[in-house]
C-alpha cells in the first residue's frame, strides 16, 4: 500500500490526488491499519476508479502520510489516492462526502505528479497540541518543559520487533511551549521529528516531563514536508 508499489497494466494509475483530512474523536482508537481499511471502504462505497497494486492479492493503492498514534486526533493528516481515471479535485470530494463515517472529514483535495516520491518519504516533522488538566501552575509545568529540554540526553525504552529498546528522545524534540489552557490546565504545543530518520511520540514526551497520568488530550495540528525542490512543489506544512 505504498507509491513504491507496482500496478497492473490494464490499470494502469492515471492521476495522483492528494487529500487533506481530518481524524476526530469517533475514530482516535483506531489503529493506522484499521484507518488505511477505513479509506479503503471509503472509496470503495463512492465508486472511485482506483488503481490497485499488482500481485496476488491486489490492494487499493492510496498511501497515509504517517502514523497518527492511537488515542490522538489529527485535524491535517494527509493522504495520496491514485485513480485509472482522471476526476478533478471538486469531484472527488463531492463523491466522498456522503460515504465517510462519523470522525472522518476532507479538509482540501489537489492533484499531485503522477510519479513525485512517497509521501511518507518528505515528512520532517508534527507539530501536537496536548491539553493537560492539572492543579499545577503554568510557570511549574513551565519549568518542567525548560528542565526536559536542557537534557543533554532522555533515554526511554519501546517495543521495537519483540525486543525491548533504548533510544534518547531528546534529538527529536524540536520545540515544547506551554501557555495556559482555555478551561484551566496546561496547553502544550509540541514541534516533534517525523522521519525516515526517526519520530519522537507525544506521548513519550508526556511521559519524560511526569504529566502522562492525569486527564488529557493530544491532537495533530500539522505535518511538515519538504518537497522534491526540482518539482517545484517546495515545502508545505509548518517547516
Same mark, same amino acid.
Given at each position: 500500500?505504498?507509491?513504491?508499489?507496482?500496478?497492473?497494466?490494464?490499470?494502469?494509475?492515471? $492521476?495522483?490526488?492528494?487529500?487533506?483530512?481530518?481524524?476526530?474523536? =469517533?475514530?482516535?482508537?483506531? +489503529?493506522?491499519?484499521?484507518?488505511?481499511?477505513?479509506?479503503?471502504?471509503?472509496?470503495?462505497?463512492?465508486?472511485?476508479?482506483?488503481?490497485?497494486?499488482?500481485?496476488? *492479492?491486489?490492494?487499493?493503492?492510496?498511501?497515509?502520510?504517517?502514523? &497518527?498514534?492511537?488515542?490522538?486526533?489529527?485535524?491535517?493528516?494527509? !493522504?495520496?489516492?491514485?485513480?485509472?481515471?482522471? !476526476?478533478?479535485?471538486?469531484? &472527488?470530494?463531492?463523491?466522498?462526502?456522503?460515504?465517510?463515517?462519523?470522525? %472522518?472529514?476532507?479538509?482540501?483535495?489537489? /492533484?499531485?505528479? &503522477?510519479?513525485?516520491?512517497? #509521501?511518507?518519504?518528505?515528512?520532517?516533522?508534527?507539530?501536537?497540541?496536548? /491539553?493537560?488538566? *492539572? $492543579? /499545577? =501552575?503554568?510557570?511549574?509545568?513551565? +519549568?518542567?518543559? $525548560?528542565?526536559?529540554?536542557?537534557?543533554?540526553?532522555? &533515554?526511554?525504552?519501546? $517495543?521495537?520487533?519483540?525486543?525491548?529498546?533504548?533510544?534518547? #528522545?531528546?534529538?527529536?524534540?524540536?520545540?515544547?511551549?506551554?501557555?495556559?489552557?482555555?478551561?484551566?490546565?496546561?496547553?502544550?504545543?509540541?514541534?516533534?521529528? @517525523?522521519?525516515?530518520?526517526?519520530?519522537?511520540?507525544?506521548?513519550?514526551? #508526556?511521559?519524560? %516531563?511526569?504529566? @502522562? #497520568?492525569?486527564?488529557? @488530550?493530544?491532537?495533530?495540528? *500539522? %505535518?511538515?514536508?519538504?518537497?522534491?525542490?526540482? @518539482?517545484?512543489?517546495?515545502?508545505?506544512?509548518?517547516?
Amino acid at each position: 500500500m505504498g507509491g513504491g508499489e507496482r500496478v497492473e497494466r490494464d490499470g494502469a494509475p492515471q $492521476q495522483r490526488l492528494r487529500l487533506r483530512f481530518a481524524k476526530g474523536e =469517533p475514530l482516535k482508537y483506531i +489503529s493506522h491499519l484499521d484507518l488505511a481499511r477505513t479509506w479503503e471502504r471509503v472509496f470503495r462505497r463512492a465508486g472511485l476508479p482506483v488503481a490497485h497494486s499488482q500481485g496476488f *492479492n491486489p490492494r487499493p493503492r492510496l498511501q497515509i502520510a504517517a502514523a &497518527l498514534p492511537v488515542g490522538v486526533t489529527g485535524c491535517a493528516e494527509y !493522504l495520496d489516492l491514485w485513480l485509472t481515471e482522471a !476526476l478533478t479535485p471538486g469531484e &472527488l470530494e463531492a463523491r466522498l462526502r456522503p460515504c465517510l463515517p462519523p470522525g %472522518l472529514e476532507v479538509l482540501d483535495v489537489a /492533484e499531485t505528479e &503522477l510519479r513525485a516520491p512517497a #509521501l511518507q518519504a518528505q515528512v520532517r516533522a508534527a507539530e501536537y497540541r496536548i /491539553e493537560v488538566w *492539572n $492543579q /499545577e =501552575p503554568v510557570e511549574a509545568v513551565h +519549568s518542567r518543559v $525548560q528542565a526536559l529540554l536542557d537534557a543533554p540526553s532522555i &533515554l526511554r525504552q519501546r $517495543q521495537h520487533k519483540g525486543k525491548l529498546q533504548t533510544y534518547d #528522545l531528546r534529538p527529536l524534540i524540536q520545540s515544547v511551549t506551554v501557555e495556559p489552557g482555555p478551561k484551566g490546565g496546561q496547553v502544550l504545543i509540541m514541534r516533534l521529528q @517525523s522521519s525516515p530518520a526517526g519520530a519522537g511520540r507525544p506521548d513519550e514526551v #508526556l511521559k519524560a %516531563l511526569g504529566l @502522562s #497520568l492525569g486527564r488529557h @488530550s493530544m491532537e495533530r495540528t *500539522n %505535518l511538515c514536508f519538504e518537497f522534491d525542490k526540482s @518539482s517545484g512543489d517546495g515545502i508545505i506544512g509548518c517547516c
